[in-house]
């Protein structure tokens, strides 16, 4: 059924109606989406979300085991990560480690240097998109009753979430919050302060396309000082755009070893987010929360 999830493939009152002559007369396949067999990419994610829902079940012993545990998707080809637009490891310590010494070799101004920095560690450790970054609030920070940290926003498409907060994150926000002369404790902060702020002294909000040139501005310094020992990696820094640390952020966790859906949830890609809600009723915040072990 898998490989072909056409009207063949399911048995009983719809086998005699299975073909293409009597299809269309037949009220019982008004709808149907499927005139073919599946890619071999979709049959993968079909049975990611089918494990996934046997896993629950064996979690809350509806069943003893999980059939799909052992299937495997003919013809699929394993793929490293893909790293054509986002940075390795490697390259982003060493993204990381020249922002260190913007205000001393670079000349940038000790705020600027130090807004750089948080920017750079808070959205890799958190994955936000741009938008995000410039719109979140101390007020949207939150910790539940489990002591974990969540950041609650509105993305994409208006659609509000919540995002967990590694430790990196967290340690990076006390930081710039000292650095700014903000309270780092949770309990005198004012709600509507923003995370990421400009360099007025009113700590007013950066706009999204302010902060993609700070972020382009930084990978074109950093092409420009590596150009002759590293050209590949320059070359890549020229065309590299904010959402990259987004990327990054998603490759590195899953080559340390956490698990796509978990992955997936956290950075709310709607087509898999919908399918874990589905699927993991009662472990996807826990799961979640497991996140923070990768960025930490």
């Not at 990611?48 to 999980?66: D, G, I, P």
């Not at 059939?67 to 990560?81: C, D, E, H, N, Q």
């Amino acid at each position: 059924m898998m490989r072909s999830p056409t009207g063949r493939s399911f048995a009983g009152q719809h086998r005699a109606n299975a073909g293409s002559d009597r299809r269309g007369r037949d009220k019982a396949w008004n709808g149907w989406p499927y005139s073919g067999p599946l890619s071999t990419r979709s049959a993968a994610y079909a049975l990611t979300v089918l494990a996934a829902l046997f896993r629950w079940l064996v979690e809350q012993r509806y069943v003893l085991a999980n059939p799909f545990a052992g299937v495997r998707v003919r013809g699929r080809v394993k793929t490293g990560l893909d790293v054509t637009r986002g940075f390795t490891e490697g390259e982003w310590l060493l993204l990381r480690t020249i922002a260190d010494g913007l205000e001393w070799s670079y000349g940038w101004s000790e705020a600027a240097a130090q807004r750089l920095r948080f920017l750079l560690d808070f959205g890799y450790a958190t994955g936000l998109r741009v938008s995000e970054l410039t719109g979140a609030t101390l007020g949207g920070i939150r910790v539940d009753e489990h002591g974990d940290h969540w950041l609650h926003l509105v993305g994409k498409g208006c659609k509000t979430g919540k995002v967990t907060l590694p430790a990196l994150a967290r340690m990076a926000l006390d930081q710039y919050l000292a650095q700014r002369r903000l309270p780092v404790t949770r309990e005198r902060w004012d709600p509507a302060t923003v995370i990421l702020a400009s360099l007025r002294e009113d700590g007013a909000g950066i706009e999204t396309t302010r902060l993609g040139r700070v972020l382009r501005r930084f990978f074109a310094l950093v092409a420009g000082s590596i150009k002759d020992e590293r050209p590949a990696m320059a070359e890549k820094l020229r065309r590299a755009s904010p959402h990259w640390m987004r990327h990054a952020h998603a490759s590195h966790a899953l080559a340390r070893g956490a698990e796509l859906i978990m992955v997936r949830d956290n950075l709310r890609w709607s087509a898999q987010a919908l399918a874990i809600a589905a699927t993991w009723p009662s472990t996807r915040p826990q799961e979640c929360t497991n996140f923070t072990s990768q960025c930490s």
